[in-house]
């Protein structure tokens, strides 16, 4: 199995850019991490970072040319933003799970809105980094549960 990581705008600054609001784990902690769980969980990962919403939707569509299986994606600022990065999530009919560190839900008013969860299996949100981790682990449970029954 195959999944990619995808992590949108200014995920490159975690554990500097507002770290009451992020923490204090940076990206290259939180894909460590994802790794040691891949191995326990068996399945092949693929990480992408980008502040450029078209190097996103294009990450996306080639995850499907590249035989992945599901997709984590954290796409901070662009959730509520981009219906690029929605109808490329809903085209390629990859299941996907939406991550954010904080809780979207109570903050701001804009970020309560998310224009890519309805396309997504599901969203984790306000866990901080630990929610990588039960976000590739639903995944990965989604993706195996989907399989058994349609071989059964």
Request: hydrophobic share 45%; proline share 3%.
């Amino acid at each position: 199995m195959k999944i990619l990581v995808l992590n949108g705008p200014n995920l490159q600054l975690l554990g500097r850019r507002k770290v009451e609001v992020y923490g204090v784990v940076p990206l290259h902690e939180i894909e460590a991490r994802l790794r040691v769980v891949a191995s326990e969980l068996g399945v092949e990962l693929s990480f992408m970072q980008s502040n450029h919403e078209g190097v996103i939707v294009d990450a996306i569509a080639q995850a499907l040319a590249d035989g992945v299986d599901g997709l984590v994606i954290n796409p901070a600022a662009y959730t509520h933003t981009s219906v690029a990065i929605r109808d490329a999530i809903e085209g390629v009919r990859l299941p996907a799970v939406e991550i954010h560190l904080s809780n979207i839900h109570a903050r701001e008013g804009f970020r309560h809105d998310s224009l890519t969860a309805p396309v997504c299996i599901g969203q984790i949100a306000g866990l901080g980094a630990d929610g990588y981790e039960w976000a590739l682990r639903a995944l990965v449970r989604y993706i195996n549960n989907k399989t058994t029954k349609a071989q059964g």
